[in-house]
């Protein structure tokens, strides 16, 4: 066994725990991992994962694209494709994309393993140990753990209602750059945002843009629900602004279905030849199978419409949790989103999400804790909620379990203040305010 | 614009030249990847690419396992799953992997984007900069660019028709230790080498594994051809022979059909924990919709029929390699592989096989040339010739145009020897003789 005990991983009982790469400290299982186990049981309701109510998309359109598939193009389905990924589908991408407003050739989309994939490669191309990642506070859970898994330093900004705030970018990145840091890019959500499902203003998507290109940082736009809008349309991407400063990411996951693993990344052209070989080092190519079902269905089904039918179920099953909401804990506050999957809640700061969670799983309710969506402890107090998945009467369940949970948390903590000031339990310093209740 | 100039990457028309990580460096195109382009030309006789021969497999067997999978696991296939993978896949796994002689628990199996991947998430787990791999040479191409990702470097052990030596892999590692060079592990491909298509005998498995164990070595055996053997069957596999210092990689690529990217990762329990996690930050999940259909097909059609079916389509294709061989280059020597899909030529060593590789294309013959399978510029007069796609007529007609390519080489070089002894035109010191022919 080399006799190396930098990297801590790893335990004793692991005969090669001194072998491990640095990098592989930063691997370590998320909350809401842990979650999915639970939450599977059949008498939770999980307002927890972020899956996609896939019952909602007709399976007929998926047996007839792969029945077609095989019987015109099968050996191809079956064998090695392009790094890039099929050309046929990387033209629909474009069109998809043109949804929300961005002109892009076809040479510069690169087809990945889910959008996950995309974030994977862009992080393992740019990140360096030491590096810095500025990204919303809170931010998506699992790119935290790609970020982290390539000793980047995670740098959250906050936002409120109108999404990333760009005087405080600014200001961090002033700050950053006094503290001699390299940052290598803004990684954002702007639309129907996970978990905090806010929408970054227009105005704002072109001052943060304005501040990247003056300060030559590159933005790293993951825009996976921007087409589950519930009301009016969202803004157009940041992309749709920049062509060159901009690596853009996609996915079939929501709009379609994540069980085949297709997503992908418009990147400047540079940037593009690059990720590309990262692809094939990594996959050697994305599945032609799952590639070629997806450029049938595009081809022959009305995939708009399946969109809007999306857009429906989840719009529904968002004001049902809302409504649930304003009934059974009024005086807590909660993002209103206008389109995605998720709600955003706040509860009263002597709260510790985490700490609550055994008692809402012995309730049967599941939901991921803020601290999760953060890289540096933050969100103690906030709980993300997922509408997707579980039907309406599930929702109004779950959000009556939770609240049994809540209340009989306040009970207990409001007996201890008997013995002293609530407000002894506080948060840390670097606490920053979740964004306001819109609704 | 961050003002970094280190990593060697990109150019000065990308504006993000300065950004990219110092591991990018290592992403350079392979020699193998702009050959894929010129071989795909259908004039163009390829014996370059390992595209299995998917047409040999029936498809109605696919066709019935996807409408199977869809008709009573329609939404788990379309779901997100689980990042080790499906679990009754991981099952039928184990079956597969009996065939070669190892026993395992379900627990330790994770299935991953096919094997490539499972080789792209050890190396991140366990490679630092300057972390030596050994590997016998020639190696797999994208192994090599793979541990070039992320900065290792590799060391080349020499081969005979036997496989790896034992002797030269202890010179190796003691070589190393005196230079304070740490390694990571042994990257092997025992049975039916891509590229040599020599198979590692039962003696020295023992002895290697053993030489591994007394160093501290992980041996990462990686198995994609051990069960299309032509005659008898192989040794069994390394890890039929070692738990706990072995991790062993898989793959329904080469037995079904890669388009379906589904391979799997056999790890030491403490080590399995932290791949699946690897996973997770990369992909998620695999792809439920593949994993399904794959594990469908395993439950209901003659799978082990299949895989005598595929062997004796190439065995025949090898055996017509090698008598057109034998007829059209007797003086040349080549490996006769009891099983897999490569054939190692040996060319005069006065010969560059990359330089003539335009040459070859004009005359509509693709090959591979040695050099892509090494780290170190070895393999310049060898070549590898892939039997695994193109029919028997095809392969005969491949070896007549690289024969008169050869010949004509060989006469332009004949007529420059006027002016000077061809010896004159050498390899470089540390070049290792290439496995003897053995037909």
């Known amino acids: 066994m080399n006799d190396n005990t930098r990297s801590g991983t790893g335990n004793n009982l692991d005969p090669w725990y001194g072998?491990?790469?640095?990098?592989?400290?930063g691997l370590a299982a998320s909350e809401v991992r842990a979650l999915f186990a639970v939450a599977s049981r059949p008498e939770v309701v999980s307002l927890a994962g972020g899956m996609p109510f896939v019952s909602g998309l007709p399976q007929d359109l998926v047996i007839d694209a792969m029945n077609r598939v095989m019987s015109n193009q099968g050996a191809a389905a079956l064998q090695y494709g392009s790094g890039q990924g099929v050309p046929a589908l990387r033209e629909q991408i474009l069109d998809v994309m043109a949804l929300e407003g961005i002109k892009a050739g076809v040479d510069d989309v690169v087809v990945t393993t889910g959008s996950q994939h995309a974030l994977e490669l862009v992080s393992k191309l740019f990140l360096d140990p030491g590096d810095v990642v500025l990204s919303e506070g809170p931010s998506y859970v699992t790119a935290v753990v790609i970020f982290k898994s390539y000793q980047a330093e995670i740098e959250h900004v906050p936002m409120d209602e109108h999404g990333l705030i760009p005087e405080a970018l600014r200001e961090h990145i002033n700050g950053l750059k006094r503290a001699g840091k390299r940052i290598k890019f803004l990684y954002t959500i702007p639309t129907f945002h996970n978990p905090a499902g806010v929408t970054l203003s227009w105005e704002r998507r072109v001052e943060i843009l304005e501040i990247c290109r003056s300060e030559g940082i590159l933005v790293l736009e993951d825009n996976?629900?921007?087409?589950?809008?519930?009301e009016e349309k969202p803004p157009a991407a940041i992309r749709s602004l920049e062509t060159d400063g901009v690596i853009y990411l996609g996915t079939f996951s929501k709009t379609l279905a994540p069980g085949f693993r297709v997503g992908w990344a418009l990147a400047p052209h540079a940037i593009r030849e690059k990720l590309i070989l990262a692809n094939e080092a990594a996959v050697l190519s994305p599945s032609?199978?799952?590639?070629?079902?997806?450029?049938?269905?595009?081809d022959t089904a009305d995939w708009k419409g399946q969109i809007d039918t999306f857009r429906g179920i989840y719009k529904e099953r968002k004001e049902t949790m809302l409504s649930a909401l304003t009934e059974y804990l009024p005086d807590l506050t909660w993002t209103n989103p206008n389109g995605g999957f998720y709600v955003w809640l706040t509860l009263p700061d002597y709260l510790d999400s985490k700490q609550m969670l055994p008692r809402a799983v012995t309730e049967l309710v599941a939901y991921t804790p803020g601290t999760a969506f953060f890289a540096d402890g933050q969100g103690r107090n906030n709980i993300r909620l997922s509408f997707c998945y579980p039907t309406p009467e599930q929702i109004k369940l779950g959000i009556r379990r939770l609240t049994s949970v809540i209340n009989a948390e306040r009970d207990l903590l409001e007996s201890f203040s008997a013995t002293g000031p609530l407000t002894a339990i506080r948060r840390d310093d670097n606490y920053t305010a979740p964004p306001p209740n819109t609704n």
Do not use: D, E, K
């Open 19 to 25: 072998n491990y790469a640095a990098r592989a400290a």
């Open 224 to 230: 996976p629900y921007g087409l589950l809008y519930f």
């Open 288 to 298: 032609s199978f799952s590639q070629m079902i997806i450029s049938q269905y595009l």
